[in-house]
């Protein structure tokens, strides 16, 4: 896969202020603490003079179409150039996030609708491109990951979706088991498109979990991630396939859209029971995501990606390798002016943070094999007409020479009837014994042994055997010849078999190293899971079991591939050498983990030591109070 880089540029951050509400309106509340200036990109809040400055402003008047055009645009333009583009909507909950990114209403629908309107409408528009466009549906819901397009019927793995890190994509990570479904291919209209985009996107919002509170009546009560995969390839003809200078580029862009949850107070939305649940788990998952917001400004921080399952799953776009694009939602009552002031130095922080998106560009396999399997048949036919060709030459020759010799005989048997002395044999008739081809051999017993040479001398007769002796010696020696050459070309055909084996053997011994390093990345996934199921269980203070269970191998002893270049090798040391610091910092961790509960059972264990001491005094002192008053009576 290719990792084009372009310049370093800052996240996109946008902020826009929701218009006062019923319950605003109904308390007389003071809505004029947040204040927009004119430029558009400036937001003063209360007597604060410090302005906050954003990428634009959105004031409680602007429309869906405004914010669409500006913030999510470019987006998918840049999904369509190969990029990652990740959008995301965080605030205060009440304000506004979900109705900016995917409202449903006719006339005022969110982002995701019409980022969804434009990718098909692009596609319809390029002529020259095939599309397959794929999609997911995902929700977060108290650090649970949930397949919102899973069927009900569809099996259930026990172990859950997990978070697992890509092995095409370095620093990426994909979700297994999810559901990917396809929403558009070649052979599928724009409108078809939408409507099957759409239609996925309604039946997992249909499954997500929402619920009331003293603050949104609709309350989101997990983050949702709707991905779409945008593989687009050039069309080609059977021409194109052969031109080495048409462009057989496939680029892999992905348009992310996330819908969060907001923060909140208990205090302020009244949530008890599960509501509270919840409220404490959106809450934790949005505290570590500004946790790495802000981790990000610093390289000198350790950004804790891992601590929660959004920023794991957000992990490769919000490290700058993808295009992330963020609005800021706030309500304008004075009452929540802490949780927008929060909201806003959320946004001020990640508006530093520098990306350098990468363009995922590979091989379009598909015009490669066509291309290959093309000039396997021009080859193929090229080789055919050769070999026909010298065949054909071959028996031609063959043919000519037993005319040659025919001719010569018959003149020979002329002479003998004619009782002359045959002349000795010209250079026409010796030609063909010197070129003599394939199949023609010294005739069986001798051409001499067979001959009649009535009314020849015995002179002339011995020196005429003497001629053909020779002659059939020289068709000994070219059938010899002949013999070689096959043997030779039997010789040249069994190397060119056996390059063709070599070939195959490599083409496998590379698709069994890439199993392994598969297999090598899945073990090490399983290693950290039961890493993390271990720290689980020390928390709970079942630090026996913990131990027991954890096998951890920090070892990798496989080789460097052949062929590797020492830059690649590099990067993959570099990538190793960042996953064993963070593994050392798990493992600290963990440590100092399982060093507490130590502790904490030791002295569970004095505790319960000194009650069974208290209750053995308690127990002899009501003995003896017993057998006191046991005696008095007597």
Known sequence: MSGKKREAK??????????????????????????????QQTVILGENTNPYNFTKTFGGDSKQTDVFDNVARKAVEDAFDGFHGLMFVYGQTGTGKTFTMSNQTKGQEGMLQR???????????????????????????????????????????????MIRDDPNIEGGVYLSPVKQLNCYNSGSTAQEGITNSLKMFH???????????AMNAVSS????????????RNKMTEEDYDDDTANKEEFNGRLILVDLAGCERQKKTGAGGERLTEANAINGSLLVLGKCIKALTDPRQFVPYRESKLTRILQYSLAGHGKTTIVITAGPSERNMDETRSAIEFGQRAMTIKQQAKKHVEIDYKALCKKLQAQLDSRGDILNEQLKAEIKASFEEQLNQKDERIKFLEAELSLYKTDES?????????????????GLTAPSGGLASKMSFTGMSSAGKEKYRQQMKGLEEKLDTKGHEISSLKKEKLELAREKNDLDARLQQKTYNMNILAMKLQGDLRSKEEQLQKMQTALLKVQKGDFMSATAKLDIDDTDSSPRPDGMQDSDYIQKLQFAIRKMREREAMMTSYHEKAREAIMYQANKAEDLKEKLNRESEKRRKVEDKYDKLKGSKK
């Open 10 to 39: 800052t996240i996109q951050v946008f902020f826009r202020l929701r218009p006062p509400n019923g319950g605003e309106k109904e308390r007389k509340e003071n809505c004029n603490v947040v204040k927009l200036e004119k430029d």
């Open 115 to 161: 980022c969804v309107d434009l990718v098909f409408n692009k596609i319809k528009d390029d002529k020259s491109g095939d599309y397959e466009v794929n999609c997911t549906f995902i929700q977060i819901y108290q650090e649970v990951i949930e397949d919102l397009l899973r069927d009900k019927h569809d099996p259930v793995d026990k172990k859950g979706i």
């Open 203 to 213: 039946k997992g919002d249909s499954n997500r979990s929402v619920g009331s509170t």
């Open 221 to 232: 009560r997990s983050h949702t991630v709707f991905t779409l995969y945008i593989t687009r």
């Open 422 to 438: 045959p002349p000795p044999p010209s250079s026409k008739h010796e030609e063909p014994s010197k070129t003599t081809g394939a």
